[in-house]
């Protein structure tokens, strides 16, 4: 779960780091006073779940209180598009107003959990403000790494070492590790799944603060984090996303696909989907309707993936286990039915009560076509593509 | 022979709801050895009038020397049970929970780290040796078929489709191994490869990867040092947009080598037989084990 840069920053202040003065504002008037609590100098920045901000115009300088009330008027209400979003960008519901900061020198700091090493992983370069995939790839050798112990986590003396090995400037060290230490401690006790500070800036006076951030929360951790899960935001994501939340299916919109896919588990729909490549075409989803899945739970994928104005076929591909394919068959007559959609299927179905979940089909009045298996579904999905049965 | 489960199996099966009852009663309706059952408020009791329920893992072990334990409870439990039953000396944990938070299973792994114990999972189908009809996990049974080639995957029914043509052309199967769908594992691709080498049964091997991680690198690094038997592998999630996760929790391509392309090259440069989609798999081993 992705959060604000205004929630984020309220979370690390919650740990002890230091952040900016700021206000999170939902109108230009809000916007107004709180530049004007900051003398009228500020910086406006939209609130999206994507990066790219600055350069996609959602994060400007003001020099007056009017000016952030204008800046913030033409914000909020708007979809930002970044590099980083949809072509239809994302919503602004709210922009953070932040007091100019006297930055001396820019930093950078992550942290992970490293899949291959088992264990939260940090990053840390002096070169902040830069993608630091960026760092990793032109100047290895300015790159800060450290894998931490996977059961007592971060020593302090390793917190110094990343202090000194930035240039933290000698007397702002020892608060410079304990912000290290505090970000740890944030990163495990929210079960983050990133952290990542950028720029962490050396002010003229040598405080050291966080001046951007980024932090993501294990979707699988959430239920030990009520107080976070209220910080998500649906809006964020697209209309089909947010349905395919709520119907508890996993649903990732493809771009430039016509053919959308509906399997049960993650590597058979990764595997229908490369697939829709030897039909000559792209998958225009990836769709796990999951193990336990009901006949309306069916339904609703069924209708999600039609709903999606990119695809003109459908391949169903079930291996009925935990799902019995009868029901599968039940729902994808249901959605069909509940949709009206009229665009072709191609129905592939194994394993469990395949035979009635096929009977089902076939009895139905659906548009549906069969293949046998998965190499049979690519020239039969390139078939109903050119408009054939 | 086999790898992992055959007929000196007793299986201890841990959280006994709807899910955990109706694969526990699938597990014994195949063939395989339920010995004990696990479950905090029905101690006493029987599973399907037959296995011993008992209150703890400790328990059950003590009273039955079950020898592997199969995991069912909800995955915010998840971790505290693999370290219950690594604690009570089971030797081979099977994890089906799906859902495990990362940082459980940071401190899983590391805990389990030289305790004897082996993991397998979380979120996988479990492991099959159609051999001696020991099912543990929650694979349908009915599409194996004894045999003399290995499979071990990330993935359960991309799992099953390969299984599933391998039967129908007669191929049939010495031990059928999911490692799970997880950035963090009990076990990797090498380590079942390992077993496999050394499993006299086992005369191929079919590896079914997915974008994500380099734990296919590993695996062709293994295959072209130490793997003495054919491979026939396939890579799903090429047609997958960097940055996305594709439902696994590991699959996510997060740079070159997460890559489908640059996981197919690998194994192809270590001497692997590539199957180029999904749906050739079968043909590709049919076509290896006529030589």
Known sequence: ?389 | MSVLVDGNTRLLVQGLGREGGYHASACRAYGTNMVAGVHPNRPGMKFEDAVPIFETVKDAVAETQANVGLIFVPASGAADAIIEQVNAGLPLVICISEGVPVQDMVKVRAYIEGSGSRLIGPNCPGVITPGTRTKIGIMPGAIHLPGKVGVVSRSGTLTYEAVDQLSTRGIGQSSVVGIGGDPINGTTFVDVLELFAADDETEAVVLLGEIGGTREQEAAEFIADKLNKPVVSTIVGQSAPPGRRMGHAGAIVTGPSALASNKIAALREAGAHIAETPADIGEVMAAVLAG
């Not at chain 1, 058979?268 to 336990?292: H, K």
């Not at chain 1, 006949?295 to 993936?305: P, R, T």
Request: net charge negative; aromatic share 4%; hydrophobic share 45%.
């Open chain 1, 1 to 389: 779960m992705k959060l604000h840069e205004y929630q984020a920053r309220e979370i690390l202040a919650r740990f002890g780091v230091p952040v900016p003065n700021a206000t999170y504002a939902e109108t230009p008037e809000a916007a107004r006073a709180a530049a004007e609590s900051f003398g009228g100098k500020a910086v406006v920045k939209a609130q999206v779940h994507a990066g790219g901000r600055g350069l996609a115009g959602g994060v400007k300088l003001v020099s007056s209180a009017d000016e952030a009330a204008d800046v913030a008027k033409s914000l909020i209400g708007t979809n930002l598009v970044t590099h980083q979003t949809g072509p239809t960008g994302a919503p602004v519901n709210g922009v953070l107003v932040a007091e100019l900061t006297d930055i001396k020198t820019e930093l950078y700091i992550s942290i992970l959990v490293d899949a291959e090493l088992r264990t939260p992983f940090i990053m840390a370069s002096q070169a902040g403000g830069m993608d630091i995939e960026k760092v990793a790839e032109e100047t290895p050798e300015k790159l800060i790494r450290l894998a931490t112990d996977p059961v007592h986590g971060l020593w302090p003396y390793q917190a110094r070492d990343i202090a000194i090995a930035l240039g933290i400037p000698p007397k702002s060290v020892r608060s410079a590790s304990a912000l290290i230490m505090n970000l740890f401690k944030l990163f495990t006790e929210t079960d983050a799944t990133l952290v990542e500070i950028n720029p962490l800036v050396v002010t003229g006076d040598d405080q050291v603060i966080a001046l951007d951030s980024k932090i993501d929360i294990e979707d699988d951790a959430l239920f030990r984090h009520p107080d976070l899960e209220k910080l998500a935001d649906p809006a964020q994501d697209g209309e089909l996303e947010r349905r395919a939340k709520d119907a508890g299916l996993a649903y990732v919109k493809l771009d430039d696909g016509s053919v959308g896919c509906m399997v049960n588990g993650a590597g058979l729909a990764m595997a229908t989907m490369d697939i829709t490549l030897r039909a000559g075409t792209n998958p225009a989803n990836f769709l796990d309707v999951g193990g336990g899945a009901q006949e309306d739970k069916i339904a609703e994928a069924f209708k999600i993936i039609v709903d999606d104005p990119d695809v003109k076929a459908v391949l169903v591909n079930i291996f009925g286990g935990i799902l019995r394919c009868d029901i599968a068959a039940r729902g994808v007559v249901q959605g069909a039915t509940e949709s009206g959609s009229l665009l072709p299927i191609v129905a592939v179905m194994r394993g469990t009560n395949a035979e009635e979940g096929l009977k089902i089909l076939a009895d139905s009045n659906i548009n549906v076509t069969f293949a046998d298996n998965l190499s049979g579904a690519a020239p039969t999905v390139a078939r109903v593509l050119a408009g054939g049965n």
